[in-house]
């Protein structure tokens, strides 16, 4: 009898364990990437992962001083350091521009990871690095950490290489 109550137990917990682990997966959470301050803005780039892919990018503006945003695009960095660009409100991947902000607001833009990897795997600009850049009214530009994609298209912020 006793041997059928440490069976149910243990049944029990481990029922317990995987109904708790696939609620904790399921969540949507979001992490922090790179966070950029400039005098006018601050801007950050989070990750929103679901069931542990990325689903989303989010670049969250914080301005300082009242500004309008008038594009946001992609910039590609290939192995010369030429730049190239993508811009992400003709290309339907960002909406809502322009905004006007006013001082101590913040605003999100949402960037679908899949339409990202699509526009960065069939286009056809080479890139090895890329950043969010974010134009004012004025075309004051205001950028993000360099990013960067792994073999799997992980969205990673590659290290500089500098270590004194």
């Known amino acids: 009898m006793e041997s059928i109550y440490a069976y149910l137990f243990i049944g ?24 950029q301050q400039y005098p006018r803005l601050v801007l950050s780039l989070h990750i929103e992962k679901h069931m542990g892919k990325i689903s989303a990018n989010i670049l969250r503006v914080k301005v300082l001083e009242d500004m309008t945003i008038e594009h946001i695009s992609l910039e590609l960095i290939n192995k010369k350091r030429e730049l190239n660009y993508y811009n992400l409100v003709n290309l339907k991947l960002v909406t809502g521009i322009p905004t006007d902000l006013k001082s101590k607001n913040e605003f999100d833009y949402r960037i679908e990871y899949s339409q990202l990897t699509e526009l960065l795997e069939n286009g056809e600009l080479p890139f090895r690095t890329f950043r969010y850049v974010v134009t004012d009214q004025i075309g004051r530009k205001y950028k993000t950490h360099e990013l960067g994609l792994n073999k799997k298209w992980q969205l990673l912020r590659p290290d500089s290489g500098n270590y004194n």
């Open 12 to 35: 029990l917990v481990l029922a317990l364990s995987l109904i708790t682990y696939r609620y904790k997966r399921i969540k949507v959470r979001t992490y922090l990437l790179s966070e």
